[in-house]
């Protein structure tokens, strides 16, 4: 499965942004769909995780609360809305697939990536 996350953006704290992740191929509802970020000078961290059917997800302390994962397998797309944004949400933020039924909060876990898309959030 190929992926391809789009929609980061330059927004104030406080704001919000909808970043989605559009797969290819016919198989997307087979894998669980992972958003992981790196911050400048940081490693790579799990955001959230939502399962194949789309009937769970996971969520990093961090954004619980303020961010919402969501798919819609007619579109092969998955959602991440983000509210409340804070300038230490700034990143490169990447989609990933990973078989796991229920995913993983381990990025080692996830066999296809995304390139990134930049997120910057101003104070």
């Known amino acids: 499965v190929q992926l391809q996350a789009s929609g980061g953006g330059l927004v104030q704290t406080g704001g919000s942004l909808r970043l989605s992740c559009a797969a290819s191929g016919r198989t997307f509802n087979s894998y669980a769909i992972g958003w992981f970020r790196r911050a400048p000078g940081k490693e790579r961290e799990f955001v959230a995780c939502i399962i194949r059917g789309g009937g769970g997800a996971l969520y990093a302390d961090s954004v619980k609360g303020r961010f919402t994962i969501s798919r819609d397998n007619a579109k092969n797309t998955v959602y991440l809305q983000m509210n409340r944004l804070k300038p230490e949400d700034t990143a490169v933020y990447y989609c990933?697939?990973?078989?796991?039924?229920?995913?993983?909060?381990?990025?080692?876990?996830?066999?296809?990536w995304g390139q990134g898309t930049q997120v910057t959030v101003s104070s």
């Open positions: 990933a697939a990973s078989t796991i039924w229920f995913g993983s909060r381990n990025l080692s876990e996830y066999e296809y």
